[in-house]
């Protein structure tokens, strides 16, 4: 027997079969008993349906509980009054002044205003832009009509605009011209200490105030500083004095127009505490405008480009105090010891020679004072080229320095590839290993305040960083008494300055071209100077990028004729502004004979 | 004899029409719509002169549109609540298959009157929106098919229904609306739900909807920014958040009174999906209370009277059209009360709107038809007489 189809269930059997058997119609049994289970089964479902049922009421319940209570809340809270403060609340809009080490400001912020079109408000867009092309004439009218008919609902007009032309753009009287409130960054002095503010622009933007966000300098350094607003009451007080800088930067200035130099820097430190009490990089700019990044052409032109700290130069003979520092700290030799001058030392194709021939034998302190390159080549071979690299390393010649300007980074130092024999002795007077004036700097700071590596810093009070003992007190004095010398005796000497007893290092080193080898004619020119030589306070550190001075018969570049003069006039006119006193030394030191040094 | 010559006296074979309907009819849920209604009409005298000005009508002409179309749509509620289950289910499907082809055309036809969403069709005296209507009869269509799926030997109902929601979900998030496709899916979980739904399963497709919710924030620019406006911490008081929370605030228990409240001149969409808020100015916690009462009285009163159904497709379809129609009112306050992100939800029957007004209208009116008393096998009905 065949099935019309195989139906499943076929049940119940029990009854089927024996139909089947009598050849009764078994569907009849089949259907009943589907109703039968689907009765059943609907009740089950029916109840369980019931159950999620009441889930799904009481679901209800709690959500129109929740809302009723939400809304209670809100009814029985009192409304938030000023509708349109508390908008920019997200936006923290102080940023604290700085000031210089006297309290003198050197940033602050200015209320201004935004202004910006809200197309939906604008009455007569084509009137509205042509009076405003009007009053801003960068504007194009066509453009302005373009978007105010267009798709943009909200657009900025000006981002800061004077008080003036607020009202200007006021009496044009749309209703769609809006103003914004909003803080923008003032230094009132110009391009005074340019670098060292860097500058400041908006950052997060709102309708009703504006983030200001550091770009550059110390205000890129201490962003978070100045804009906690637990801290907005308290300026951020600098190292810098303004008077000093202004006068440092005027010299500075003059200075390198007179020698027609490309660029000129200057660090005025305290040898002490490390604050730096000046630091200049011409040329500069206004940080009320900081201008965009030079997209072509060397950075190094760019008047953003900070030489003090960024410029990495072979610094010249200022570089032989190092090591003749070094020597008399190992016990190699004292002041007095005479070195051989006989020159040219010869080093395979290599030839060491002086600018001068300072004869065949000079003694230490001359070697400084006459400059010769000779000298100190040998003594570097004296120390070996590990032991100075070890010196050069703790005074932090070899790394970037650590200073409060973002850019300060950027300075590392060029050494070597390979800290050879040869190496050793060219670093000796300046050549072979390029560090920034920053480093020279601390590294003169070393050897003025008795021989501790002092941090750099901007901040009032200095980093507060341990000093690190580099060189013994003893050959420190002694070091500062042979740059004494180069003032009174040697390649300095127009670098005195009445009662101030200037001790210093002149380094002429010569440009290395594009071509890898040394320019003929275009110098770095610095000096590096302690004053006052009997006590040292401060290092000076003047560095003239390619002078000239055209005035004799022949240009002369050498440092002794064009950073010494401008270092000199600077300490002429700052150092009573910093309350130093003018004092007679002991003896005039030029007339006696020397025979000790202790 | 008589009855041998001249045949027998013709028997009505039940009772009339209208009484039957009255005795049968959830009275109660009757009476909260129209109530509801009449909220709507008073709530729309102060929020749409503001839009009525602006749009250079009179004062008054947005009222007058709202009771026009309102009298369309208790008409229609009224029809379709006298309608057997039967027939509301046929009418349902033929009105889904319209919907469905028209939302599909949508792309083709459709306008977006300048709102970013192409959502409607212009008609010229009105306009009009599918996705409106789509969704009770897809809760027809759907609880029809969930019900046939119990029967033995019945078809794959919940898979055919399911399906049928995702394509709908995904037509509606095209537009893009994410809160009609969210409210489809949400209709659908409850019948399934009510149906018997395993809970293992439900809570694989909270993970499921939770999974889709973070991938539209990633991928919709229009959903994150919604989002992201919820979840920060302060609301700017120059969005249509602020301006609610405020006015609510304004509102206190007993309102600002009428007419004097402020919100409806800075809220574009005060006369619709804000609707509450203005409600709240004017008439002060008390009104909002009240209309959450009512909302939550026709829910509870609706799923009350289903809990006796003992017909599994008019368990199913009443209860999908009555949590459809509960939520949209929860998610249109909560929005308001910033309890839940912002999403265009209209509420049922109080704001603006032709064809959300004549859709729920239709919607409620099934929900009636479903929940009229009806012999549920028990000695009492039969004694009460319900069949």
Known sequence: MTYPSLRTPLRPLSRILPARERGENTDVIERENIRARHEAEKEAVRQR??????VLGIVFICLYSVIAIRVGTLSSSEPVEPRAQNAGASIIAQRADIVDRKGRILATNLETHSLYVETAHLIDPQQTAQELAIIFPDLKSEKLVKDFTGDRKFLWIKKKISPEQMQAVYDIGDPGLRFGPREMRLYPNGKLAAH???????GKEGVQAAELVGVAGVEKTFDTRLRDPKMSGQPLELSLDLSVQSAVEQVLYGGMKLLSARGAAAILIDVHTGEVVSIASLPDFDPNHRPRPPVQGQAADSPLFNRAVQGVYELGSTFKIFAVAQAMDMGLLNPTTVMNTQGPIRWGKFKIRDYHDYGAKLPVWEVITKSSNIGTARIAQMIGAEEQQKFLTNLGMTDPIKFEMIEASGGKPLLPKKWSELSAMTISYGHGLSATPMHLAVGYAAIANGGLRIQPSLLKGGAGAEPVRVMSAASAANSVKMLRGVVTDGTASMGEVTGYAVAGKTG?????????????????????????????????VVTLDEPEDTAGSEARRTAGWTAVPVAAEIIRRIAPLMGLRPEIEAGDLGDITQVSWD | ????????VPVSKGEPILPKWWRTVDKWTLMSVMLLFSIGILLGLAASPPLAEKNGFAPFHYVQRQAVFGGMALIAMFVTSMMSPILVRRLAVLGFVAAFIAVALLPVFGTDFGKGAVRWYALGFAS?????FLKPGFVVVS??????????NGPPGRMYSFILAMCIAVMLALQPDFGQACLVLFAWGVMYFVAGAPILLLMGMAGLVVFGGTLAYQYSEHFARRIDGFLSPDVDPRTQLGYATNAIQEGGFFGVGVGEGQVKWSLPDAHTDFIIAVAAEEYGFVLVAIIIAIYASIVLVSLSRLMRERDTFIRLAGAGLACSFGVQAVINIGVAVRLLPAKGMTLPFISYGGSSLIAGGIALGMLLAFTRARPQ???ADVINGYR
């Open chain 1, 49 to 54: 349906a019931q159950g999620r049922l009441l």
């Open chain 1, 196 to 202: 060292v503010l860097g500058g400041a622009s908006f």
């Open chain 2, 377 to 379: 096998k028990n000695i």
């Open chain 2, 143 to 152: 609880a029809w098919m969930l019900a046939a799926a119990q029967e033995i």
């Open chain 1, 508 to 540: 002429t080193a010569d440009k290395p071209s594009a071509q890898g080898r040394y320019e003929k004619d275009k110098v770095i020119a610095t000096f590096a100077s302690i004053f006052p030589a009997h006590d040292p306070k401060y290092v000076l």
């Open chain 2, 128 to 132: 009009l929106q599918p996705s409106e």
């Open chain 2, 1 to 8: 004899m008589t009855e041998m010559v001249y045949g027998s």
